[in-house]
């Protein structure tokens, strides 16, 4: 079956930078996307990037020039390469992968940009 596993999340300074990794089993070279979305407190589930099977990038006008997202496709990864971290980019950010007809999700990794 799919399994969807982040790493990388923590605490951070703002100005800071963090680099999260997403591990994607069960799939193949023909899944459609992969992204990150982050969920931060009272606020709902927002995309930040994605990545497309053709290399088609998109990103949320708020991380735009700070935040990039590369992937390694033998090894069904992506990475999402954080810098200049603001207090507002205090988040869940939760990897998905849409492989077939579903989308899958992993548990999600904490970031938290703080003083």
């Known amino acids: 079956q799919v399994q969807v596993v982040e790493s990388g999340g923590g605490l951070v300074q703002p100005g800071g930078s963090l680099r999260l990794s997403c591990a994607a089993s069960?799939?193949?070279?023909?899944?459609?996307?992969m992204g990150w979305h982050r969920q931060g407190p009272g606020n709902e589930r927002s995309t930040v990037a994605q990545?497309?099977?053709?290399?088609?990038?998109y990103y949320a006008d708020s991380v735009k020039g700070r935040f990039t997202i590369s992937r390694d496709n033998a090894k069904n990864t992506v990475t999402l390469q954080m810098t200049n971290l603001k207090p507002e980019d205090t988040a869940v950010y939760l990897c998905h992968v849409v492989f077939g007809d579903r989308i899958y999700w992993g548990q999600g990794t904490q970031v938290t940009v703080s003083q």
């Open positions: 990545i497309m099977n053709d290399g088609g990038q």
């Open positions: 069960g799939i193949d070279s023909s899944f459609r996307n």
